[in-house]
């Protein structure tokens, strides 16, 4: 698949939670920089460096399908040249399953390669003392110098 051209980090974040939502593999990587210096830290789990490792986690993840609604909560956006880092509440939750969502905090971080811009890095933690209601409303992004 060829990669996707993402015209802002937020285009790109965009795809990547779609991606997410619809379990698509070959969507979730073309958000990320070709590059073997990517790494991926999932909720719970050890560093993942690189392109493979990277791909492997998101298959698994995906083996049961579009299971999972991702609602993003708190967005704050930081911005400084080629570089973009974003930090947001992701509220997970099963389709089709009752009770609260987990909630896990990530931080997303974008390089502006050749024009486009791609992931270089995903950290998702776990939120023991999450908001329960959404924050005020999603802040502008903030620019670095």
């Known amino acids: 698949m060829a990669k996707a051209s993402f015209t802002s980090p937020q285009e790109a974040e965009q795809a990547f939670y779609e991606a997410f939502q619809r379990a698509d593999l070959e969507a979730m990587m073309a958000v990320w ?10 909720p719970g789990g050890a560093r993942l ?4 490792e990277i791909r492997e986690s998101w298959r698994q993840i ?7 609604q991702v609602q993003l ?3 704050q956006q930081m911005r400084g040249g080629l ?4 930090s947001t509440y992701e509220y997970l939750a099963l389709i089709g399953e009752r009770g609260s969502a987990s909630v896990v ?11 486009g811009w791609r992931m270089i890095a995903h950290h998702a933690s776990p939120v023991a003392n999450a ?8 802040s502008a992004p ?3 110098h």
């Open 131 to 138: 908001p329960a209601q959404q924050p005020p409303a999603e």
């Open 73 to 75: 909560r708190g967005v």
């Open 105 to 115: 905090a990530a931080t997303n971080v974008y390089l502006n390669i050749g024009g």
């Open 62 to 68: 995906f083996a049961n399908g579009a299971n999972m």
């Open 49 to 52: 460096l690189g392109l493979d």
């Open 142 to 144: 903030t620019m670095l």
């Open 83 to 86: 570089l973009a880092v974003h």
């Open 33 to 42: 920089a070709e590059d073997e210096e990517v790494y991926c830290v999932h």
